[in-house]
């Protein structure tokens, strides 16, 4: 993997993961990852900070999704930053970033 666009995160799944099959039987599955960072702010006080990442995987690492990563479990992955875009209902250009997760670790108990 090249270091050019490489992103490796740890933190909480916050939500099941969603699967889905394409016509060729391909997997992917989809989940979202929040992540948290804290600092102290000019007034002395700690600040919890959360940011939500959506990571999508295909084929093994997509199963592995599937078979082992509920809601709320502690993963490390390691992928890379992806976009795209579409037109809505509306007509109105919506964009998307995404973690294109190439490895994951299994991390906490159970």
Known sequence: MSLRNKVTLIGYTGKEVEMM?????TLKSTVSLA?????????????????WHSLIAFGKTAEIFQKYVPKGKEIAIEGKITYRSYDDKDGVKRYITEIRVDEILLLGGK
């Open 21 to 25: 099959t394409f016509d060729n039987g």
């Open 35 to 51: 992540t948290n960072d804290h600092y102290t702010n000019a007034k002395g006080e700690k600040v919890e900070e959360t940011q």
